[in-house]
Nanobody, 115 residues
Framework: VQLVESGGGLVQPGGSLRLSCAAS????????ISWYRQAPGKERELVAG????????NYTNSVKGRFTISRDNAKNTVYLQMNSLKPEDTAMYYC?????????WGQGTQVTVSS
């Protein structure tokens, strides 16, 4: 199982980024996928999740209305569209999947929101 995130970077407050998580090594369409983030000195927190079919999503309250999670099962990829970014969104963002009773994480992609 491999999860590879991309798309992070430096953006000004109010800006947008789209993160991608490319998956391999398992039957992607059978598993829910989540995005987590961890800011310096803080615990890792769930940002958004999407079920295997893409029809059900959930978000932490602080990103509702600003972030959108989606997936393309034909491309084995999950996306996180992040709009109206705030400095408090600054963190390392990780893709997560639980496959066959084991937890898998990507290496993370850094998002920095600063003027």
């Amino acid at each position: 199982v491999q999860l590879v995130e991309s798309g992070g970077g430096l953006v000004q407050p109010g800006g947008s980024l789209r993160l991608s998580c490319a998956a391999s090594g398992f039957t992607f369409s059978l598993y829910d996928i989540s995005w987590y983030r961890q800011a310096p000195g803080k615990e890792r927190e769930l940002v958004a999740g999407i079920n295997r079919g893409g029809g059900r999503t959930n978000y932490t309250n602080s990103v509702k209305g600003r972030f959108t999670i989606s997936r393309d099962n034909a491309k084995n990829t999950v996306y996180l569209q992040m709009n109206s970014l705030k400095p408090e969104d600054t963190a390392m963002y990780y893709c997560y999947a639980r496959v066959s009773w084991s937890d898998y994480w990507g290496q993370g992609t850094q998002v920095t929101v600063s003027s």
